[in-house]
């Protein structure tokens, strides 16, 4: 038997079984729990693009076909306005993941004020639809682009490929606008292979969490905006430092990782410290030290196991998200997952209450006078634009520090700060 195992660190890339069978249950996109409110959709002329709009039933005469026939049309683009119905209904996102011999899931998805439907966007789902999982810590690599030590926090699955078709959800972007979302549709993201752009816009989210973040790393572009975003994974480094000393650990007293010239001068920091328990520790050491050089967080990996042929394959799986968009917001410090994403080139924080761009954690040695510090580390080499206007920044500091940063696009605007 072949068997396929994901671990996800701050990723998400799975999928469920297809609904394949002859019997199969047509997916119902929207649940109306009111007689009086009736969902009419319209197709545009000469495209695949569908709008929806839940009304007073008594108003159901409308042109257009009702929301139950949804899951039988080949739609490129669906829209639905829920309205001044939100309370009146529910949008099962679940739903739009099934794809039969007689039902198209659509490719876009924009949902304006509704109420979302959760309890099918959830690992218990995965169960439902016989995926195994488990949540476990895996210890990789932690470095550059060459191999180096690695910490992972990771949410693992476990299916059989005889079983799996990801073409099941052809999903490609989400937006979430005005709607009524209190988690983030992680589910989603694990099952739809497609899925680049997620937007949650005006929505009462406060906290994105690790396990929140693991699906948003396999998105292209990632937004929450206009909500009351105070926190974005804050303790991310607190797994991967842990993660990080179990593994060191494991590498001095049992010697089961193999010391090279890339590896041995964090194992003597290790051995010369004891824990590491900032992450200045280890960008103090890769900046002086003359073996190590810089590095950067691995975010998952993927592990192929043939049981036929007893044989193995381990890929490493980068952050995908490009581009990061948490404005108009409520955040009062840059993100410290921002440090772990390599291969981000647009960061808008603009409209938040960020009032200083200084980290003390992104200092060494502490100095009062800024002069070693970042703002942060991860993708200075990749990041183009960065947006920090509207924010209560008092001052920039000293800026020589970032001598490899290749931005071009800088907006300290609105800010009242001082160069």
């Known amino acids: 038997m072949r068997t396929l195992t994901l671990v996800f660190v701050l990723i998400a890339a799975s999928a469920a079984l297809d609904d394949t069978a002859d019997d199969a249950p047509t997916p119902l996109y929207v649940r109306l729990n009111d007689t009086r409110v009736a969902c009419i959709c319209q197709q545009e002329l000469a495209s695949k693009n569908v709008r929806c709009r839940l009304l007073e039933a008594k108003n159901s005469s409308a042109v257009g076909f009702d929301c139950k026939e949804l899951p039988f049309k080949i739609i490129s683009s669906l829209s639905i306005d829920c309205g001044n119905f939100t309370l009146s209904s529910e949008i099962d996102l679940h739903e739009m993941t099934f794809r039969h011999e007689h039902f198209y899931p ?12 959760f309890d099918l966007l959830s690992f218990g789902q995965l169960i439902h639809e016989n995926v195994s999982t488990h949540e476990s810590v895996e210890l990789a690599m932690f470095g550059p682009i060459k191999p ?3 910490a992972q926090y990771t949410e693992r699955l476990e299916y059989n490929t005889s079983s799996f078709k990801p073409s099941s959800c052809k999903l490609m972007s989400l937006v979430l606008r005005s709607c009524i979302v209190v988690y983030f549709p992680i589910y989603l993201n694990m099952k739809c292979f497609n899925l680049v752009n997620m937007q949650l816009i005006d929505t009462p989210l406060n906290v994105i969490s690790v396990s929140n973040m693991v699906g948003a790393m396999s998105l292209q572009q990632f937004t929450v905006s206009h909500s009351n975003l105070t926190e974005a994974a804050e303790n991310i480094y607190d797994i991967v430092l842990d993660s990080l000393n179990h593994y060191l650990d494991d590498a001095i007293a049992n010697g089961t990782v193999p010391l090279r010239n890339e590896t041995d001068w964090l ?8 824990r590491f328990t900032w992450q200045k520790m280890l960008f103090k050491a890769s900046d002086e030290s003359t073996t190590g050089g810089g590095f950067t967080f691995s975010f998952a990996k993927r592990r192929i196991r043939d049981e036929s042929a007893e044989s193995e394959k381990w890929e490493l799986i980068p952050s995908q998200l490009a581009t ?23 960061l808008d924080l603009s409209h938040n209450e960020i009032s200083s761009l200084y980290d003390y954690d992104m200092c060494w040695p ?15 080499d990749s990041l ?18 970032w001598f490899e940063v290749n931005l071009q696009y800088l ?7 001082s160069l």
């Open 106 to 117: 659509p490719y876009h998805v924009e949902l304006i004020g509704c109420r979302i439907h």
């Open 148 to 150: 180096r030590l690695a």
């Open 267 to 274: 194992v003597r920091l290790k051995k010369q410290y004891g």
């Open 324 to 346: 990061l968009n948490f404005s108009y917001n409520r955040l009062t410090k840059i993100p410290n997952l921002v440090s772990l994403l390599g291969n981000l080139r647009e």
């Open 366 to 380: 502490p100095s009062y006078e800024l002069a070693r510090c970042y703002w942060f580390r991860g993708p200075k």
């Open 384 to 401: 183009r634009k960065l947006d920090l206007s509207y924010n209560r920044i008092p001052f920039i500091g000293v800026v020589s520090p």
């Open 411 to 417: 907006d300290l605007s609105h800010n009242g700060s």
